[in-house]
């Protein structure tokens, strides 16, 4: 098959985009490098560096191919705050985008990469895609508008469209920037740097931490699976993890001691709680995750040449 891949150099695009060329297809990436990698994806992947809003260009890499998958979006929700227009433009414009050049260009499939952020605060977890999403952030505002959109110009025109909500997913090659980084990166760094992991809250707050093989092996069930026209699917590990859990498996995981300290106890840490119910993954995709929270954390440890190279023994 021929696939585009949007976003396809970042984090969970590059490893979706690698996995697909191992598996045999022929895979174009449009990427603005906004926050991918070109160096993340393998040599014989066609790349193409560009915004997601160019309409033209959108239309020459569409032609022959088979499956889109959507992946390209602003992705900070602390971000989001102080750019909302910003984020309507990339992650909501984008979308209508790239839907109408799909359309012109008859390709009939499209996987797009929503978030387990839309759900807000529910009052009920496991969270079911059937549950009102209480979107909290622009960027979360942003992916559910995103939905919207997929779904119906994909009805309205018959493309085929699922949106997979992708909760906390983490790994190897996981962007560590200087602000706002991803929980499981940062709390490593910390801890092998010998110093002390900062917490938000009480760290009692909960989330559903997905290693990214098991998130790629989803989205590449997602192209070809029959019966998900139309559909929004939870993917997660459906397991709930608090913060400072977290931070004690990390401890274990690189036998070093964990400095935990609570800046700001009256801070948020987000919402209280949040882990995804995954039965429909498992039903429409056979999903099945294979990588627990420890193994996940080991893997990142030997695979992820930033803290791989700081000697830290595997998990056991």
Known sequence: MRYLVTGGAGFIGSALT?????????????????????????????????????????????????????LAARVSVAESLLYATEYNQTNVGGTVSLMEAMRVANVRRVVFASSGSVYGVQHEQPVHEDDIPEPDSPYAVSKYAAEQYVRCIGRIHNIEAVSLRIFNAYGAGQPLPVSHA??????????????????????????????????????????????????????????????????????????KRVHTIYPNTEKSGGVARLVAEISRARTLLGYRPQVDLAEGLARMLREDHRFSQRRVPAYA
């Open 182 to 255: 991803p929980v499981v990166p940062r709390f490593l760094q910390q801890v092998l740097t010998g110093g002390s992991v900062v917490i938000h809250g009480e760290g009692s707050q909960t989330r559903d931490f997905v290693h990214i093989s098991d998130v790629v092996a989803a989205l590449v069930a997602a192209s070809t699976a029959s019966d998900v026209d139309q559909q929004v699917i939870n993917i997660g590990s459906g397991e709930e993890t608090s913060i400072s859990e977290l931070a004690t498996a990390i401890g274990t995981v690189t036998s």
């Open 18 to 70: 690698n996995q697909l060329v191992k598996d045999g297809h022929e895979v174009v990436v449009l990427d603005d490098l906004s926050n991918g990698v070109r160096q993340n994806l393998a040599p014989n992947v066609l790349f193409q560096r560009g915004d997601v809003n160019d309409v033209p260009r959108l239309w020459s890499l569409l032609q022959d191919v088979d499956c889109v998958y959507h």
